[in-house]
């Protein structure tokens, strides 16, 4: 059993691929759901172009640039340079 810390820690290469296996098999939302469900405290993990497009990153945006940063260096793309868009 992976009861203690120490026996997590020494398989957690093992348990990390058994819970991709299995969290790949549904989508996100049904997982959020599940967790809700269940009371357990959890959200979803954006990348950045979600993380932009998200309202409340550009209603952040906004308040930003009433304090001198113009909100169209927030929620802007830019190209990676060696991934590209």
Known sequence: MLT???DRVVHGKEIMAIFAGLLLKKPVAYWLDELERARMPSGPISDVSQVCLAIHTCSRAAC?????IPS???CRR???PREGA
């Open 4 to 6: 203690r810390g120490r």
């Open 78 to 80: 830019f190209r990676h």
């Open 64 to 68: 930003r640039s009433r304090s001198g």
């Open 72 to 74: 169209s260096l927030i």
